[in-house]
């Protein structure tokens, strides 16, 4: 079955500093993968999604992830952190034909000044 | 532009008390569906829709039902609620089932639900 991990519960940063959260997918073929942003109190907001091709993928507010296929990854990165991008990131995945998308659990980051 | 729009925001409940959550999307997208989010654990899928009249259980069905009688909305019942059901709903849709088109799904703000 598929599924998603996301080793870091929860992580903490200084603003300016680079970021990167951890994601890591099983699934034999090549899936659909997504990071999705949550604020407190609000629903989740897409930030970049991988379907095929250029394996190094642009997201909105300055994010961006890599695809390898040979490490089952697809982490986010982030090279300067602002205090607003304090928030829970979920890593989600999705094989072809299928139509559900399965949620890994979940880092919450802070970001201190 | 709404986008989908989850009411109530906010609900506690007496167990064994019945109520349904609502999710209404503007979008006029075919794909709906609703996860429930627990700390630790992330989102996961109760049930899906992929067009009106069409619905289909998720990861975690027991305890809920749904049904689509239009594109726009989707509604989550509790019929008896539980302790368990204690957690945060999520509606969410999208143009087409996210598998077959990879489209991303837009989620509304959520309903709180405590059940006591």
């Known amino acids: 079955a598929q599924s998603v991990t996301q080793p870091d519960i929860h992580i903490t940063v200084s603003e300016g500093a680079s970021l990167e959260l951890r994601c890591n997918y099983s699934?034999?073929?090549?899936?659909?993968l997504f990071w999705y942003v949550q604020s407190p109190g609000q629903g989740l907001q897409l930030l970049l999604k991988?379907?095929?091709?250029?394996?190094l993928v642009q997201g909105i507010k300055g994010f961006e992830a890599e695809f390898k296929r040979s490490q089952s990854s697809f982490n986010l990165r982030k090279p300067s952190v602002h205090w607003s991008d304090a928030a829970e990131y979920f890593c989600?995945?999705?094989?072809?034909?299928?139509?559900?998308?399965?949620f890994g659990t979940g880092t919450r980051l802070q970001v201190f000044p | 532009n709404a986008g989908v729009t989850q009411t109530p925001k906010f609900q506690v409940l007496k167990t064994g008390q019945s109520m349904t959550l609502q999710c209404a999307q503007d979008?006029?997208?075919?794909?709906m569906s609703w996860y429930r989010q627990d700390p630790g654990m992330g989102l996961r899928l109760i049930h899906y829709s992929v067009g009106a009249g069409i619905t289909d259980q998720g990861e975690v069905p027991n305890g809920y039902n749904v049904s689509r009688s239009t594109t726009e909305d989707f509604p989550l019942r509790l019929l008896s609620a539980a302790p368990s059901q204690t957690s945060v709903y999520f509606c969410a849709s999208s143009p087409q089932p996210t598998g077959g088109a990879g489209q991303p799904q837009h989620f509304g703000d959520g309903t709180r639900l405590s059940i006591l």
């Open positions: 699934y034999g073929a090549t899936p659909y």
């Open positions: 991988y379907f095929s091709g250029d394996t």
């Open positions: 989600a995945v999705v094989g072809w034909g299928t139509d559900k998308l399965i």
């Open positions: 979008m006029n997208h075919e794909y």
